[in-house]
């Protein structure tokens, strides 16, 4: 189907033709009619930048203004749509699919974008509430068909991650991300999460998620992929729509209709053009064609008439002139006000020159009926003139103000000084315009500024510390709270506060710690070892074995919130000696060498296997150049402070712990936590793809005896390897995913002869 054959049609109660008007007089004009009817606006501009600086100008006097915003650039629509402008859309058809009074104002390119139907639209938001049953793959299916990207980690609006039975989502609309728990196919909870830490806070019972695409059909087989949807959606409809279709009772209004009709036919031209030249696989099909408009339907607004009493049924005259136009002859400035007031009409003047307001004034003899107001008290009938002119009030009165810098409340006092007396204010600007006197005495007072309020801030700041809880039923961790108050008694804060000599008062604060933490819980929430690993290493090799101990101590007792990440780097620390770190081999490019550190990879590795047995999400890993002894093929986890991490989340539903110890010789690390309703046996298997032979080589010394030979390096094949983490229930296999593909080089086998 071409574009070509849909005929632009917008069903409305009423058009308007809006021509002559300047920007800010349009913007009085939509807004009074907004205010006295009982119907939408759509507003509709030549240009993007018209549009955005009329929805500037009118959200001055209403939030119940949206944009509905599209490039003016057909490229775009080639390349790549503007996120942001995709967003801006988005959240106006959200904001009006639920009906309500608003102003839409949208351009030429925006009127005619394509958009699904209302109702397809309305039969696609997801609605969630704790204790629905729900099947989660089906509905990861249903975010994903909404436009939702599906990531490792949340990060931005638009995106959604999977760990386990929790779903991450950060729904177009919302302040902050939402974390969906499940309890097998039941929503166990619902709460907002924080992008930096992961964590969990706010719990909500109900959520709505809209979506985040302005491309849905009914047949979703038939769209295989975004960027397809987004050139051709015409093709998989008989019928298309607009923004138009979203707004019950609108009045629609252009502004400028001739320039909006005349860039039409210019891009229409332009289109056809496009369309012959470019290739196929870039070619997009988005548009109305409204070149059969005519003109008759259309109400001509060519005077400005009955601004204040505005009568949507009946034709409405509008004029405006630039001021600048009447500057060299101000008799006729007199002469056609004196008409517009005599036959009835209002009149508004918007002058930001003070001098020039003065100049008007003075030429006009009907100075009863002359207004000096703003854009929301313009009087029927009379002379309003509206005028910014911007004061600057010397030593204005400040008053008392405090924040918090670590420790400690920094608290700074008021300045007494002038406040201006807004009431007097606009009569004698008045008086002054009309008598033309040169200068303007302002009405400032000067007056006190309110005094510290102790007691008021303590209030506002002192919170009692929280522990830590757990509850069985249902089951819910609640984590510690810090509380705060001054490190001082009240008097003594009131007392410094008196010093009226100081310009910033500090007052000390003290972190109350609760008596009961995450980690007292114990076997409460950590009763359960979700995943284990050991590993042998030599203890009597003291470098490599101070190494271990201090990797160890620092990873055990760690606490992971859901959805918390854990750093093996940012835990243990820098391999400096100042921390403790001995010297001990390690690999170095495919080579043993010395070095800082040496033998805390046997540490992140066993740390690996332990917490892929319960089952938590790897966010990053590497192996080592070759391959280690003290694990399976596959199964190691290289670390090297700066350049290779290990990183994991906690994908679980609730908190979890490591415990690790290094004793005689063993190395155990353990994932403690809770079993969630459904718990997999976790188990590994690893194909071996290619093997590279090692090489034999031969070095001479003296301290060998003569014909005997010694082994001063051991060989290693290399190895490129697949590993499978296997999911099990019972002796059923659920899954089998590819953990990684790693190549291990080989290391040459070195024999010392006598020299």
Not at 229 to 251: A, E, M, P, R
Not at 564 to 573: D, P
């Amino acid at each position: 189907m071409s574009f070509f054959d849909n005929l632009f049609r917008v069903d409305t109660k009423n058009e308007y033709l809006v021509t002559g008007l300047s920007r800010e007089l349009n913007s009085i004009y939509v807004y009074d009619h907004f205010k006295k009817n009982n119907d939408n606006i759509l507003l509709v501009t030549n240009s993007l930048y018209e549009a955005n600086d009329l929805y500037n100008r009118i959200s001055n006097y209403t939030d119940k203004v949206l944009f509905f915003p599209m490039d003016d650039f057909m490229s775009s629509e080639v390349s790549a749509l503007s996120p942001e402008l995709m967003i801006e859309r988005l959240n106006t058809l959200n904001k009006v699919i639920n009906s309500g009074k608003y102003i839409v104002i949208c351009n030429l390119m925006g009127l005619l974008r394509y958009l699904p139907d209302k109702n397809l639209y309305k039969s696609k938001i997801v609605n969630l509430g704790v204790n629905d049953d729900v099947n989660r793959d089906e509905l990861i299916n249903s975010f994903f068909e909404l436009g939702y990207d599906k990531v490792p980690l949340v990060t931005k609006t638009g995106e959604m991650a999977v760990r386990g039975y929790v779903v991450d989502i950060f729904p177009i609309g919302f302040d902050n991300p939402v974390r969906i728990e499940f309890w097998g196919d039941t929503i166990d909870s619902i709460k907002y999460f924080d992008l930096d830490s992961q964590s969990s806070n706010k719990q909500i019972d109900k959520i709505s998620i809209y979506p985040f695409t302005e491309f849905l059909v009914d047949n979703k087989n038939s769209i295989d992929s975004k960027l397809y949807k987004q050139k051709y959606l015409s093709n998989f409809s008989d019928i298309v729509y607009g923004i138009w279709n979203y707004l019950d009772n609108f009045t629609l209004i252009y502004y400028d209709y001739n320039q909006i009709i005349s860039s039409y036919r210019f891009l229409r031209e332009s289109i056809i053009n496009y369309d012959n030249e470019i290739s196929d696989n870039i070619k997009t099909n988005y548009m109305f064609d409204i070149s059969d408009v005519k003109y008759d339907n259309i109400i001509y607004m060519l005077e400005f008439d009955n601004l204040i009493d505005l009568d949507v049924k009946c034709k409405h005259n509008f004029l405006s002139y630039n001021i600048d136009n009447y500057m060299g002859n101000f008799e006729k400035i007199k002469i056609s006000i004196h008409k517009y007031i005599s036959s009835g009409k209002t009149v508004i003047m918007c002058i930001d020159d003070k001098n020039v307001v003065k100049r008007i004034v003075t030429y006009l003899d009907i100075l009863n009926d002359v207004i000096i107001t703003n854009e929301n008290e313009i009087v029927k009938n009379k002379i309003n003139i509206i005028n910014n002119i911007s004061v600057d009030i010397p030593n204005l009165v400040i008053e008392p103000s405090y924040y918090i810098s670590d420790d400690t409340l920094v608290i700074t006092g008021g300045t007494d000084g002038n406040e201006l007396n807004k009431d007097k204010t606009r009569d004698l600007l008045l008086s002054t315009i009309i008598n033309n006197q040169k200068s303007l005495s302002l009405p400032v007072e000067y007056i006190s500024s309110n005094s510290i309020d102790i007691d008021k801030i303590h209030d506002e700041i002192y919170c009692e510390p929280q522990n830590a809880s757990v509850t069985k039923n249902p089951y819910k961790i609640s984590a510690e709270k810090d509380g705060i108050d001054f490190a001082i008694s009240i008097d003594e804060a009131k007392e410094l506060a008196s010093n009226k000599d100081a310009s910033e008062i500090y007052i000390p604060l003290k972190y109350i710690k609760p008596e009961i933490t995450i980690a007292d819980l114990g076997e409460d929430i950590f009763g359960t070892k979700l995943g284990t690993s050991t590993t042998i290493y030599d203890s009597t090799n003291f470098n490599r074995s101070t190494n271990i101990d201090i990797a160890c101590e620092r990873i055990n007792g760690t606490i992971l919130e859901p959805g918390e990440t854990f750093s093996f780097n940012k835990v243990v620390g820098e391999r400096t000696s100042k921390n403790g770190f001995k010297e001990a081999l390690i690999y170095n490019g495919g080579e043993v060498d010395y070095g800082l550190g040496g033998g805390i990879c046997q540490i992140s590795s066993t740390l690996y296997n332990a917490v892929l047995k319960a089952n938590l999400e790897i966010v990053e890993r590497k192996n080592h150049s070759m391959t280690v002894s003290y694990l399976p093929i596959g199964q190691d986890a290289s670390v090297s402070y700066g350049s290779v991490d290990f990183k994991f989340t906690n994908s679980r539903t609730y908190p979890i712990k490591i415990v690790a110890t290094a004793k005689a010789g063993v190395i155990t690390v353990s994932v403690l936590g809770v079993l969630e309703k459904q718990e997999y046996v976790v188990t590994f298997e690893t194909e071996i793809l290619e093997t590279t032979d090692y090489k034999t080589t031969y070095e001479y010394s003296s301290s060998v005896p003569v014909g005997k030979e010694e082994i001063k390096q051991v060989g290693k094949n290399g190895y490129k390897c697949s590993t499978y983490k296997i999911l099990s229930l019972g002796e059923k296999e659920v899954s089998r995913t590819l953990l990684s593909t790693d190549t291990y080089k080989s290391q040459k086998e070195i024999i010392l002869k006598h020299k």
